[in-house]
């Protein structure tokens, strides 16, 4: 049987013990298995009180039943949804008992989602959204993979490729029927001008969704600097906890911490790394390997000293911001200028001076990366691509419109095939398997 045909199962709520647990069951045998663990189907769409049992009989819970059955489901087929109490013993009977049955077996990873794709209740930009929102960790992110849940990007695509499949329409019309009399000779003037309108419009989304697509990985800060400098506490500082040791003697970092921030919304990583120095121990030569490297390649570096000993950072960033942070002030008499006029704050990492200063100045960074995002559509850069190769095919087919009508229509096909990929509609074989793998067990 076709691991698509068989009936699958899996919790969808968070891990036991909990409150309540959520068991989700989609196939053509989810009738089956709702009759045999409460012994009959509920009214479709009614939550219906019932006592589960397991295949000998027995009783397992009280639990509340629904059935749904398809089409008219959330994944397209027969579904059933067991809500029991959520401890380890109560959902490993019901489990027992469900992979007991003929053609069940535990769903995989995305495996809901991908049936609610393959059955027409999702377009892919819809899937890519829901797969963040569940992972959106602040609210900006959540904002955003909420617009693409709602089909705004799958929507705005879907009328494009429309739009383009009827300008394609009236030059097939005049390639197919030029010689006849009752065809118009210039059916591709107004092709064209629908041409040059949509590919404006599509430029215009790139455009503006520029940076919105970055607001899913967030923000890389390192703090770095020499030993001692105190950035293990300006890390606890930030992150409100006890995130890294803080210890009097240097080289107590010896490998990256990663702790994760919101800061207005915004979802920022902040690394602590080893203290930058000249070392013959090889553990520690290794965390300044390493503290090297993730500011190297960090979105922004905080370089931390004593204000008693500054220090340059030197070569530190491949083209990142460095900010000089002069910590420890409440020990020494007065500030000293920032060298070489470069973004510098003075602050007590220890006492909490100057960190509402910090914390504002890295809000302002974050929203000069991001934009704005709330007008953004473009998440992914797959959905970049398929935009670009979308109005690069429309540009083309502008340029060469005076070569002939058939290598316009061919440059409109291309466009019209990309929009199609982009929603799912053609040729998505190849990376369907790439994205409902990231999602959890039982979405």
Known sequence: MDLRDQTIFALSSGRPPSAIAIVR?????????LDLLAGRRPVPRLATL???????????????????????????????????????????????????????????????????????????????GLDDLIHADTDRQRRQALRQLKGLLGGKAESWRQQIIEASALIEVGIDFSDEGDVPDELIAPA??????????????????????????????????????????????????????????????????????????????????????ETTDPVEQEGVRRAQQRAASADLVLWLVDARDPASPGAIGDGAPVWRLRNKVDLVDGPAPTPDGATGFDLSAARGDG????????????????????????????????????????????ITKGQGEELVAEELRVAIHALGRLTGRVDVEDILDVIFREFCIGK
């Open 355 to 398: 960190l509402t200063e910090l914390i504002a100045a890295l809000v302002v960074f974050a929203r000069d990366t991001f934009g704005s995002g709330e007008t953004a559509l473009i998440s992914r850069v797959r959905h970049r691509t398929l935009l670009r190769e979308t109005a690069d095919a429309l540009g083309r087919a502008l």
């Open 25 to 33: 069951i989609s196939g053509r045998r989810a009738g089956a298995a």
């Open 192 to 277: 064209l001008a629908r041409i040059a309108a949509l590919k404006a419009e599509i430029e215009e989304t790139l455009a503006v969704s520029a940076q919105s697509e970055r607001l899913r990985d967030g923000l890389v800060v390192a703090i770095a600097g020499p030993p001692n400098a105190g950035k293990s506490t300006l890390l606890n500082r930030l992150a409100r906890r006890e995130a890294a040791i803080v210890s009097p003697y240097a080289g107590t970092t010896r490998d990256v911490i990663e702790v994760h921030l919101d800061l207005d919304g915004y979802p920022v990583t902040l690394l602590d790394t080893a203290g930058v120095r």
């Open 50 to 128: 019932a006592t589960l049992h397991d295949g000998a009989g027995q009783p397992i819970d009280e639990a509340v039943a629904l059935w749904f059955p398809g089409p008219h489901s959330a994944t397209g087929e027969d579904v059933a949804e067991l809500h029991v109490h959520g401890g380890r013993a109560v959902l490993a009977a019901v489990f027992e008992t469900l992979g007991a049955m003929d053609g069940l077996r535990a769903a995989e990873p995305g495996e809901f989602t991908r049936r609610s794709f393959e059955n027409g209740k999702l377009d892919l930009t819809e899937a890519e």
